[in-house]
């Protein structure tokens, strides 16, 4: 299993880590929005930031939380709408060995 990427914060900060954490949980809680939903947002939103592992991650997660491959590239198709491109090609990177 990898390093937690948060470590530095988890060793530097336990309180703060903390309190992120259970922000974590609190967002992505299984009420209103299905998850798989609210993991695609997530992703679309990393693809918007430039954050590869985050889009790789996230959509690992959507697909193990019901998304399908459909799902995920149409969650691209809109993040590329209201982002622009540079987001497609964090997708592209993000996405290459999970698709």
Do not use: W
Request: proline letters at 2%.
């Amino acid at each position: 299993m990898s390093e937690n990427p948060l470590q530095v914060i988890i060793d530097s900060d336990a309180d703060f880590f903390q309190l992120l954490e259970e922000t974590r949980v609190t967002s992505f809680e299984e009420d209103g929005i299905p998850l798989k939903y609210k993991l695609l947002m997530a992703m679309a939103l990393d693809a918007s930031k430039g954050a590869v592992n985050g889009v790789t991650s996230l959509a690992i997660q959507a697909m193990e939380a019901g998304a399908t491959k459909e799902e995920v590239m149409q969650a691209i198709k809109v993040t590329h709408y209201i982002c622009g491109v540079g987001s497609v090609y964090t997708a592209a990177a993000a996405l290459k060995d999970v698709l």
